[in-house]
């Protein structure tokens, strides 16, 4: 069987965090796809259009992984694409509440959608879009956190 698995997020912007976890999950599967969705808790810096080039860029040396856009339900879209898990990154506790609230509430929508948890690895614990943001605004220097195909265009926007 052919498994396809969704790797849902914010992205504003792509981190070398997600890449990794993104990368990992498409040596697991036989598809992934990335989905740039809408969390209502956030205001965000880029525009959907702008995380979707940003993130194609980033994962162009991925034959296996599509870059799509979605502003509604997650455990919707996961039935549309017939999804086998919905794949997310932890980074450590903090993020664990948040995390297992969202993905009871997908598996309460769709009885037939696993969220699977990847560790991230040590070296981006810390990493966040939010964090990246901060630095660039502030002139500091975000190369070790952001993939360099893009570390341009975040420099640019928010100089
Ligand atoms: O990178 P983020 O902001 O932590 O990603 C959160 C995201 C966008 C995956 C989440 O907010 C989401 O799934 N949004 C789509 C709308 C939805 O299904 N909301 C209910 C989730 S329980």
Redesign the pocket.
């Known amino acids: 069987m052919n498994k396809c698995v969704i790797c ?3 992205y504003d912007p792509i981190t070398l965090g997600h890449i990794d976890i993104i990368e990992r999950a498409a040596s697991l599967f036989d598809k992934v796809i990335v989905v740039v ?3 209502y808790k ?1 205001k965000y810096s880029f525009s959907v259009e702008e995380r979707v080039e940003m993130i194609k860029k980033c994962v162009s040396h991925l034959s296996n992984v599509e870059v799509d856009f979605s502003d509604g ?3 919707e879209y996961a039935k549309e694409k017939n999804a086998y898990a919905i794949v997310k990154g932890l980074r450590a506790m903090s993020d664990f509440e948040y995390e297992f609230q ?1 993905a009871l ?2 598996k309460k929508m769709n009885k037939s959608i696993e969220t699977l948890f990847l560790t991230t690895n040590a070296e981006f614990m810390y990493l966040s879009s939010s964090m990246v943001k901060q630095i660039a605004s502030m002139g500091g220097d975000i190369s070790d956190f952001v993939p360099k195909a893009i570390h341009k265009d975040i420099i640019e926007r928010l100089k």
Do not use: E, F, Q, V
């Open positions: 849902p997020g914010s969705m809408i969390n956030k339900l997650l455990s969202m509430a997908n």
